[in-house]
């Protein structure tokens, strides 16, 4: 056999054991997708002029600034951040409180936003 087709079949039998393992990086989430969550399903309530229980989720910044019972986004940690546990419903106090829940989808983008650092979008 020569060396031409050795490589060959060397190089085709390792992109069959391996070539499919490779996964492409997941996208990551930015918070114009979360805005638009949060603008289509939560500012009823939380918006600059009602404030809810004291969180404006009309900005960045409002968000950021967390409610009256403090932060509601750990960046780096969303299964930690209120917001994530309110939407989810895992202790009791369900948002949107007077709405149909959150998509699974929506709050996956949510968690997976605050998971990677709950940045601003440049």
């Known amino acids: 056999m020569n060396f031409g087709i ?4 060397t190089i085709f039998v390792a992109s ?4 499919g393992q490779t996964r492409p990086p997941e996208a990551t989430v930015s918070y114009k997708e ?9 500012m009823p309530c ?8 004291g969180m404006d989720l009309s900005s960045y910044e409002g968000l950021m600034a967390g409610s009256n019972n403090g932060e509601v ?4 940690n969303g299964a ?4 994530v546990v ?14 149909r829940p959150l998509t699974q989808k929506q709050i996956q ?14």
């Open 109 to 122: 983008l949510i968690e997976k936003w605050i998971d990677a650092g709950a940045k601003k979008d440049p």
């Open 46 to 53: 939380h918006s600059e002029k009602r404030k809810a229980w």
């Open 6 to 9: 050795c490589l060959g079949l």
């Open 86 to 99: 309110v939407i989810k419903d895992t202790k009791g106090l369900r948002m949107p409180k007077n709405g």
């Open 73 to 76: 986004v750990k960046p780096g």
């Open 34 to 42: 979360v805005d638009a969550i949060f603008r289509q399903r939560c």
């Open 16 to 19: 069959c054991l391996f070539g």
């Open 80 to 83: 930690k951040s209120q917001l």
